[in-house]
C-alpha cells in the first residue's frame, strides 16, 4: 500500500485487543444503520454488504460487481470500490465498540475489476492512538487468496453520538442497536 504519513500509525500507537463482550470468532456484523449506502438493508440501490470477523481482530466481506456499479463499459467504477473498501474497514468499529468516522481514505487501483466478479475484502487495524484508528484493507479479485485489486488506508476518528445526532436522527441508529453501547 503507498500509504501517506496521516494514514501511518505514529510509534506510540497500539494495537487493539478484543473486547469483552465485543463480536466473537466467526460472528457476522450486520448493518450500523438501515439507510447505510453501503451495508443498509432498506437502501434500495446500496451495496448491502454484510461481513463476518474470522478471528476477532479482523473483518472479510464480498462485494459482487454488478452493471449499476460501472465506470467503463465492463469495469467497476474506482468510486464505487472506495465505497466498497470504506465500508468494510467501517465494519471494524463494531470490534472498537465506540462510533468512529472516516476522516481520511486512500486508495490504490492495482487492476481493473470486471463486472461480475467477486471482490473478496479484507480489512484490520494497524494501531490506535487517542481517538485515531489507523486502518487498512486489500480486495481481491475471486477468491481470498486472488490478486490484489485494491488497496486502501484509511485514517477514522472517534466520535460522540452527538456527531450523528447534528443533521440526522442519531436515535434511529441507536434504536437500531440495543445491544450497542452508546455515550450520548
Ligand atoms: C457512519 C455511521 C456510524 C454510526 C455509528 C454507530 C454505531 C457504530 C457501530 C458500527 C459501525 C459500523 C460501521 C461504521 C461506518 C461505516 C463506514 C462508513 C464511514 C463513513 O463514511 S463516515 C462519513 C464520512 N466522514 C465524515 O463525514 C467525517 C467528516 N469530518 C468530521 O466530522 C470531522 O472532521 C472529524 C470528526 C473527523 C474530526 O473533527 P473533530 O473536530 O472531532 O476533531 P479534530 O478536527 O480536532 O481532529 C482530531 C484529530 O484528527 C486529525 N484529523 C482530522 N481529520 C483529519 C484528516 N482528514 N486527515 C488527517 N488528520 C485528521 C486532526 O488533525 C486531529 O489531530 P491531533 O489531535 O493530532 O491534532
Redesign the pocket.
Known sequence: MTRSA?TTPPPDAVLPRPLPGGPAPGAT?GS??SG?F??GEDHPTGLRLTAVTPDGVTVVATFTVGTAHQGAPGLAHGGVLATAM??V???L??LFQR??????LETDYLAPVPVGTVLHMRAWCNGMS???AYLEAEGRIGSPDGPVAVRAAA???E?G?E??AEHGDAQA?IDE?HE?E?NP
Open positions: 496521516l456484523l450500523h444503520y447505510c453501503g451495508c470504506d465500508e474497514i467501517g465494519m468499529v463494531w462510533p468512529y468516522v472516516t476522516a481520511r487517542g481517538r485515531k485514517l477514522f476518528i466520535v453520538m456527531h450523528f441508529i442497536h450497542y452508546v
